[in-house]
């Protein structure tokens, strides 16, 4: 949850090379996207990055119409963000994961200290037992859990390799075994927001 100021630029910085944010409650802001809804603008409306303490004050907000249909959070392996997970379950909210895969681009953004998430040697293993690759592992393990996946792909290769995902299934072992590799590893950190009230990765889920 980044708020920035409003203007052409998409993060204005001050004198001091320090980016500026907005003080705008986010509640107020979905009272404007509750307007869209209801004006037949969008179809539905969500919210990426809200811990569960951010969801919380959207759904405990007075005169809430429509609560969040999903929240697009970092969600692999590595980070599997079960607690998050059980409390979107709860409310009834969908869990959207981007970087799936893990990821190693844009180095403005990503932590390249991190290690390689389709190289380890668990998703490898049961990999070549199911005769796939181990993205389709780590894919197939959202779908099973219930979580919706952006894969994006750059190529038809990778495109037409992601809709294999549909045609095995892991065993309950193999679930327990990429459970356990869960580290805590955010590739994506966004640093330059931490030092906003409205950070959302202060929190443990």
Request: charged residues 25%; aromatic residues 10%; hydrophobic residues 35%.
């Amino acid at each position: 949850l980044l708020l920035f100021q409003p203007g052409e630029e998409l993060s204005r910085k001050d004198e001091n090379g320090k980016l500026i944010f907005d003080s705008v409650d986010f509640c107020r802001t979905w009272e404007a996207l509750e307007k869209c809804k209801d004006a037949g603008l969008t179809k539905s409306i969500g919210v990426s990055n809200f811990n569960h303490k951010q969801l919380e004050k959207i759904l405990n907000k007075l005169g809430l119409k429509y609560k969040p249909v999903c929240n697009q959070v970092e969600c692999h392996p590595y980070l599997n963000q079960s607690k998050l997970l059980d409390f979107c379950k709860s409310h009834e909210i969908v869990l959207v994961a981007y970087a799936a895969l893990g990821s190693q681009r844009v180095k403005e953004w990503v932590n390249p200290n991190h290690p390689v998430l389709l190289e380890d040697p668990v998703l490898s293993a049961i990999a070549q037992k199911h005769k796939k690759t181990a993205a389709l592992v780590a894919l197939r393990y959202q779908i099973q859990r219930g979580v919706v996946v952006l894969a994006k792909g750059n190529n038809k290769k990778w495109i037409k390799e992601n809709m294999q995902v549909f045609d095995f299934e892991l065993t309950p072992e193999d679930m327990k075994a990429v459970d356990g590799l869960n580290r805590n590893i955010r590739y994506y950190e966004f640093h330059v927001g931490a030092g906003q009230p409205g950070y959302p990765f202060s929190e443990e889920y």
